[in-house]
């Protein structure tokens, strides 16, 4: 097991964390632990694994429209 936190705390620009509401990988419990970094623009795509497509166009413009705005 390997603890990646430290690393994860000292991250210093804007980060979009994406989860697929149903990954096997990420767990929603540690997604959400890791938006306590006040750095961190939480999406959450529904109904997908890991890792979402990003083929709908609606996610597609949430990508973009958070891009723009960094």
């Not at 980060?15 to 890791?34: C, F, W, Y």
């Not at 961190?40 to 497509?53: M, N, Q, T």
């Not at 709908?56 to 413009?61: F, K, N, Y």
Request: aromatic share 8%; net charge negative; with cysteine.
């Amino acid at each position: 097991d390997v603890e990646l936190w430290d690393l994860w705390n000292n991250i210093k620009c804007k980060i979009l964390l994406l989860r697929g509401q149903n990954s096997d990988i990420l767990p929603k419990v540690t997604a959400m632990e890791m938006t306590q970094n006040s750095l961190v623009d939480f999406l959450e795509i529904d109904g997908a694994g890991h890792a979402p497509s990003l083929m709908d166009d609606l996610q597609i413009e949430y990508i973009k429209d958070w891009l723009l705005s960094i």
